[in-house]
Each structure stands twice: as C-alpha cells, then as structure tokens.
C-alpha cells in the first residue's frame, strides 16, 4: 500500500509540476495572456448589441378545443401557410407544454371552445397564442404571420362559407365576429432580445477563449524549443493532457463566471435555474472543447497555423449550433445531422434553458449526454496524437 502511495504521488506531483509550468507560460506569453478576459468581455457588447436574427421553417402547435367547420378552415389557413414548416396537434395542456419545453415548436395556438360561437354572434373569440421567450426574434416574427393570417381568415371567411353562417340562427347570426390574438411569452415575457443573446454568448465566448488558448499550447512548445524536453520527460501521454487540459478549463470556467455576472447587473440577465448544474455543464461542454483543441494544437507546428486551425472550427460550429438560426433552419437536411457533433448546440440548448426557465435536471441530462460523449471522443482522438508524438 504504501508503495503503491509513493507511486501515486510522484505521478501526482509531476503532474502538478506540469500544471504550474502551463498557468506560468500562459501568464508569461504576452499573446495568450492578452486572450483571457479583455476580448470575451470585449465581444459581450459588441455581439449583444450588434447582432441581428432571422427565422423561417417554423414548427407550431395546436391545441383546439372548439371542432367546428369554423375552426377547421381557420387550422387549414394555418396549416397550409408557407410560413409553417410542420404543425402539431395535441391533446392537452401538458402535451402542449412538454412541446414548448423540448423545443419541438416555437409556439402554440390554443383555441377555446366558445371560438365559432362568439365569431359567428359579432362577439370577438381569442386564439391565444404561446411562443417560446427564449428565442425573441423568433417570437416576434411568429407573432406577425399569425396575425397575417387571421386578416386574411377575417377578410375571405364571409365570402368563402356562406353557407355556415346561414345556417346558423338569426340571433346568432348577425354576421361574424373579429378574431382577436392574446399572445403570451414564456420565459422571456417582455421578448429582452439581450437574454436571448447573452444566454448564448457565455457559451460562444468561453469556447472561443478556451479552443483558442488550448490549441496554442502544444504550438507554443515548438516554437520555444520546450516540446522535445516532454519526449523525453517521465511523463505519461494522458499526464500531458491532463495538465493541457486543466489550465485551459479552469479559465474558460472563470470567463464564463464574469460573462454572468457581467450580465446579471449590466443587461439585468435572470438566472432561473440552479447555478451549480449551470456550472457542472459548462465544465463538460468546456472539457469537449479543450479536446478539440489539443488535437488542433497536436496537427500544427507554430502559433499561426493553431489559430487557423481554431477559425476552422469556430465558424462552422457557431453557424450549426442554433446561435444565428434554429437548427431546424439549416438546409441542406444532411447539415442539420452534422450538428449533432458539435457541443455548443447541445450547451445552448442547456445555457438558455436554466438561465431563462429553470429546466430540470433530466432535460439537462438529455443535452449532456452527447456533450459527454464528445468529450470522451475528442480526448481520445487528443490523447491518441499524444502518443503518436510521444511515442
């Protein structure tokens, strides 16, 4: 046993070593000491107040209590329109709500079921209309072809179905009523377009600090000449990673804390959900990022090439995570499979979830789970170039 103590702390103490070496050349390098905390404090502004989104290939749903010829012409408008990519009929409350929570729609469309009779009796029935706050661009736009397509019901009604309202009684067939849309947000109620953004950004952000700042450090070592004294140091491959892995984590982790408070107090950012399992999955998506960066930093030989490297990955990975534009937006279909290797979906997806509605700890699980089995995938591949090097 206790030889088997002398052996773990002399592999622990190499790798603390290793460790103190990487926090010091990082400090000591004038490049990625300038990358910690300007530029994501930096690009919190800019990208909150500059950045602009779009959204078409909408997915709602329907709740419709009230099953008249009425109602169905007007869910035959809304299915039919060009706006909608697919819609969903559900049963319940709780179905419409499980659909808003997974994500599968954007929003719903419940009618009640006292809609024909007030429409037909001059009286104004509401179709309540429920969009998913986070995505306040989204909201908005939703919103409005909705409302497109009650004028256009309001205006063709009479004319198209005479028959329906002459077959109603006198007294409650004066003519039709005007369809008024209550529209509700949840979980961004007032649709803060910076919520939506910073949300999103502590994820963006910290990634790009921490690939960048991972990616430069094996380059590093060649440029300096350090790289062949960890050939033949006692180091194992995986110790190498490790103490790669560390320093770039723990400030990606302390970017993503200033990130939040930057937006708690400047841009007044709620965080709904527990800030402990925020931070556990930040870490997890954060591990899978490092990964990728070591292996970029294990493929290049100066600082130069490791930046290209890092912008190769960083734009496609931005543009398929659902940041600019829902996933279910991207064409062609083969692209929205590729997503499903790139951790910062699956972050977002967690970052605006806990931050705006308090998601539970199994719809966190079931975005952690892919993030996880990247993280492994990417240290292996990291740890598999390690060896080739060292070996």
């Not at 990022?289 to 090439?305: A, C, H, M, R």
């Amino acid at each position: 046993m206790a030889e088997i103590f002398k052996a773990f702390q002399k592999r622990f103490a190499r790798l603390f070593a290793l460790i103190i070496k990487e926090f010091y050349s990082v400090w000591r390098d004038p490049k990625s000491r300038s990358l910690l905390f300007i530029p994501p404090i930096v690009q919190l502004f800019l990208f909150s107040h500059a950045a602009t989104l779009d959204i078409q290939n909408i997915s709602v749903a329907v709740l419709c209590d009230d099953l008249t010829p009425v109602t169905r012409e007007f869910l035959n408008r809304v299915s039919s329109s060009k706006y909608f990519k697919k819609v969903i009929y559900v049963k319940s409350k709780k179905e419409m709500k499980n659909a808003l929570d997974t994500e599968a729609v954007r929003g719903v469309l419940y009618i009640k079921n006292d809609f024909t009779k007030k429409y037909l009796s001059s009286k104004n029935p509401e179709v309540e209309v429920i969009l998913d706050g986070r995505h306040t661009n989204g909201s908005q736009i939703i919103g409005a072809y909705i409302g497109q397509i009650v004028q256009d019901f309001d205006a063709s009604f009479a004319r198209s179905h005479p028959g329906v309202l002459s077959a109603m009684p006198d007294s409650m067939n004066p003519g039709h009523g005007q369809i008024l849309i209550k529209t509700r947000n949840w979980y961004n109620p007032n649709l803060y377009y910076h919520w939506f953004i910073i949300s999103s950004l502590v994820g963006i952000l910290s990634m790009s600090m921490v690939v960048l700042l991972s990616a430069l450090s094996l380059a590093r070592e060649k440029e300096s000449g350090t790289f062949d004294e960890l050939l033949v140091s006692p180091l194992k491959p995986y110790e190498i990673l490790l103490g790669k892995l560390i320093v770039p984590l723990f400030f990606g982790v302390v970017d993503g804390i200033i990130i939040l408070i930057a937006a708690k107090f400047v841009f007044g950012l709620p965080m709904e959900g527990n800030i402990f399992l925020y931070l556990f999955a930040l870490v997890c998506f954060l591990v899978s990022v490092v990964g990728i960066g070591l292996f970029v930093s294990s493929l290049t030989k100066t600082q130069q090439q490791a930046m290209l490297g890092v912008f190769v990955f960083m734009f496609p990975a931005m543009i398929l995570s659902g940041y600019s534009a829902p996933v279910e937006n991207i064409t062609p279909a083969y692209l929205q499979n590729l997503t499903i290797i790139n951790p910062l979906r699956f972050f977002l997806v967690i970052s605006k979830g806990i931050i705006l509605k308090n998601i539970n700890f199994y719809l966190c699980l079931l975005n952690l789970i892919p993030i996880i089995f990247i993280s492994f995938f990417t240290l292996f591949i990291a740890n598999y170039s390690f060896k080739n090097k060292l070996g």
